[in-house]
């Protein structure tokens, strides 16, 4: 019986050669000279320092492009609200989220049984969701479907066997 894996995996290392490249333009640019602005990457957080909200808006756009560039999705962002630091500074937490929870594979096994497929079933494996069918071209035309809808992360089919 085929069947295939849904998943949601960020890159790690894509997210920290984006962190790098985006500390140095912050650091060669010139409307970021003396703002104090830096990106810090800790296990699955950003950290985010600036002098003033605008400046931090602008390093949150420069990060986002940069990652961008490496194909990680920005639906696997969450972004924290802006806190006031020491001396008058703004800083912000981008939280990395990996994997499907279980609300999320809640919403696309209701998706995938909404879909009608005969023989297609699906069912939540930690963080991640294995969908079998009897057809291989009902898969597909439902890993289709899935691609076309937005579920708030990122999704994978990973496993494709037959």
Known sequence: MPTFD????VDMQEVKNAVDQAAREVA???????TGSRVELSEHDLQLHSSTEDRLRAL?????EK??????????????QVEEAAKGTVRQTISIKAGISP?????LNKFIKDLGRKGVSSQAQGEQ????GKKRDDLQATIAALKEEDFGV???FTNFRD
């Open 154 to 156: 990122p999704l994978q």
């Open 6 to 9: 849904v998943v949601s995996e």
């Open 60 to 64: 949150v756009q420069v990060v986002e």
């Open 28 to 34: 060669t640019r010139f409307d970021f000279k003396n």
């Open 103 to 107: 609300d999320h594979a809640k919403r």
């Open 67 to 80: 990652l961008v560039r490496r194909n990680v999705s920005l639906k696997a962002l969450e972004r924290g």
């Open 129 to 132: 969701l294995r969908v079998s």
